[in-house]
């Protein structure tokens, strides 16, 4: 039976995708593996693992409103009752089209349709750790929580045709949409956080995001906790009290900067590093607990 581990942070900036791409990294050694990039809204586990692109498909968000001007009377109806200012001198502003269909249904010449518009773009890569899945949500586009949940098919479709053993899921932070679609279906959620007063506040929001959603495996691993030693203090006390074990705190190291700008997981970089070392621990916690 295919595994998936889903690993999420409650805020941005906290090492989230260099974690993920450590932990895909050692996995593959032992695993075969899908990974999946479902931070579509800035997706970047392709740095670190230097996907090859093996098919492209086009993502569909929403609808955007079409004006045929060979039809169109320039009665102005449209423009008139669109609430977001879309329509203006008979064109239609993309960014600002919310796809209702209301000037549609004013037109009394039908003369405005609704289409699909051009939202994003979904990969299917491979890797030298095994198959990727990942996405990218163009620029003032919506609905990433929709195309989430098509990079998860994805991957579990790959993961059930190629006999794989398990799911590694880079997710999103925060806990929108996004978030709840990435984490929907997980054998394991691991939440990254940092020792600041907001990393301690999203990562409860987290916690009760997944307690929400009825997620029994759920785990905590703090990245540099050495820069403050108290807030790290206060952090594993707050997962105390939820019942949420902390399986790691790792340690701030310049190695895990240095792999980045070398495009490599950090345990590839250096296996040696402080960072690695807490890294290689933490993957044979979740191995543990993946195969229970």
Same mark, same amino acid.
């Given at each position: ?16 995708t260099?974690?993920s ?13 899908? =990974?999946?990039? /479902?931070? $579509?809204d #800035?997706? !970047? &586990? ?5 996907? *090859?692109?093996?098919?492209? %498909? ?11 001007k ?23 502003d ?9 000037? =549609?249904?004013? /037109?009394? $010449?039908? #003369?405005? !349709? &609704?289409?699909?518009?051009?939202s994003? *773009?979904?990969?299917?890569? %491979? ?34 045709d190629?006999k ?25 959620l ?55 074990e ?13 792999a ?22 933490l ?10």
């Open positions: 039976m295919v595994r998936e581990l889903v690993v999420i942070s409650g805020k941005g900036g906290t090492g989230k260099s974690v791409a450590s932990i895909i990294s050692l996995a593959s050694s032992t695993l075969k593996l899908v =990974a999946a990039d /479902c931070d $579509v #800035a997706s !970047t &586990l392709h740095v670190l693992l230097k996907p *090859r692109v093996k098919q492209e %498909e086009k993502f569909s968000g929403s609808k955007v409103a079409r004006i045929d060979g039809k169109c009377i320039k009665c102005m109806a449209c423009q008139s009752v669109c609430r977001f200012d879309a329509i203006n001198d008979l064109g239609v993309i960014y600002s089209c919310e796809g209702c269909g209301v000037c =549609a249904f004013i /037109c009394p $010449v039908d #003369a405005i !349709t &609704l289409e699909d518009r051009d994003g *773009r979904i990969f299917v890569s %491979e890797t030298k750790y095994g198959p990727m899945c990942h996405a990218e949500l163009l620029p003032g586009e919506s609905n990433s929580g929709k195309l989430v949940s098509l990079v998860k098919q994805y991957a579990r479709k790959i993961a059930e190629e794989r053993e398990l799911i590694v899921v880079d997710g999103p932070p925060g806990i929108g949409c996004p978030v709840i679609s990435s984490i929907a279906g997980a054998d394991l691991l939440i990254i956080t940092e020792p600041t007063m907001s990393g301690l506040h999203d990562l409860r929001r987290a916690i009760n995001l997944a307690q929400f959603f009825r997620m029994t495996k759920i785990f905590v691993a703090i990245n540099m906790w050495d820069i403050n030693p108290e807030m790290t203090t206060e952090i594993v006390k707050a997962c105390a009290d939820e019942k949420v902390v399986l790691a705190k790792l340690p701030f190291d310049k190695k895990v900067v240095d980045v700008v070398n495009r490599m997981p950090a345990v590839e970089f250096d296996s040696t590093s402080p960072f690695s070392q807490e890294v290689k621990q993957w044979d916690s979740l191995f543990s607990l993946l195969s229970t």
